[in-house]
């Protein structure tokens, strides 16, 4: 048995911890033999081989006695790179907990369950519904609705060095006051607006418009700027910071993906560069 996640990125500009899409970076979790303790085999550096890694950590969190498995994992989701690795995890957890389990979580019990676990929902909505994901908390609920899939390469910019999330998220003001509240919501509003309308022109305007989080962190991602300008003249429908960074993101029209891609390189940007897609199917077992 085999659980295929899918990768994120979330915000997509002013969509801050409610907009999310998902990616054709997948993390693959074979389910071999049951097992006298958690055994995690993987090639992804210092990460836990036993029950404290955190696909079977968020697993026993929810499914306490959950008898152990021997896993094998892979992933080409690059860690603390803002592409929701973390949700991935998560959320392949969940799906274990879920099917060896035998729990019978519906998609919105999944998503209540990740959040919980990840404290925020726009990673886990889209990597467990799949597609791009408006997803929001009220009363204690997520409400997550699907948004149609911008027709538009993803292309992602992933800079050399790692941000995790907790840093990037401590360099965020605890408050905004009620006028850039206002502000900040009324540019979002309109770009989910234009995003379900279909409108690109105006989406990607509106995604380019964020006041809630990337001024404060595109000091520690200047790629940002750099390759925003380039997307003006080259073929970009807008470019924001995916998740919490340093991957910045670009929808390019697929016809001038090549040009896009070598003026990024002419502006002297020199790590890696991945052209990807939505990925349609949020997280399955094969
Ligand atoms: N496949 C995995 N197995 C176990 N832990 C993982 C896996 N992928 C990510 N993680 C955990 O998530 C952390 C990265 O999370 P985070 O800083 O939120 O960045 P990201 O933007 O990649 O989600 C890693 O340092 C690791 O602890
Ligand atoms: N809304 C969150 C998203 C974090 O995504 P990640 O992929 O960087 O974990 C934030 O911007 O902090």
């Not at 996640?5 to 074979?30: E, K």
């Not at 204690?140 to 790692?162: L, Q």
């Not at 941000?163 to 605890?174: E, F």
């Not at 001024?215 to 995916?242: D, M, Q």
């Amino acid at each position: 048995m085999q659980i295929k996640v899918p990768a994120s990125s979330a915000n997509l500009g002013p969509g801050f911890d409610s907009i999310g899409v998902a990616i054709s970076l997948y993390l693959t979790i074979d389910v071999l033999e049951e097992t006298d303790h958690w055994v995690v085999d993987h090639d992804l550096g210092d990460l836990p081989r036993d029950e404290k890694n955190m696909i079977v950590a968020s697993a026993l969190k929810i499914k306490p006695d959950l008898a152990p498995r021997h896993l094998r994992v892979e992933s080409d989701i690059p860690l603390a790179h803002g592409l929701g690795s973390s949700s991935s995890a998560i959320v392949g957890g969940i799906e274990l907990a879920d099917k060896l389990g035998g729990m019978h979580l519906a998609p919105h019990e999944k998503i209540e369950l990740a959040s919980q676990l990840e404290g925020h929902p726009d990673n886990v909505a889209p990597t467990i519904l799949g597609s791009l994901v408006v997803v929001c908390k009220v009363n204690g609920h997520f409400t997550a609705v699907k948004a149609p899939v911008p027709p538009f390469a993803m292309i992602a910019y992933i800079p050399a060095y790692n941000l995790k999330t907790s840093d990037a998220r401590a360099v965020l003001p605890k408050e905004l006051s009620f006028k850039d509240a206002v502000q900040a919501s009324a540019v979002a509003n309109t770009a989910v607006a234009a995003l379900f309308a279909q409108d690109y022109e105006k989406a990607g305007e509106l995604m380019e418009a964020d006041l809630f989080h990337e001024r404060y962190r595109s000091k520690l991602v200047p790629e940002l700027e750099i390759i925003r300008n380039v997307g003006h003249s080259h073929g970009a429908v807008a470019t924001y910071l995916s998740g919490a960074g340093p991957t910045v993101m670009s929808l390019v029209d697929p016809q001038h993906i090549s040009d896009f891609i070598d003026a990024v390189r002419e502006a002297g940007l020199k790590d890696e560069i991945r052209r990807l897609e939505v990925a349609p199917r949020g997280a399955y077992w094969l």
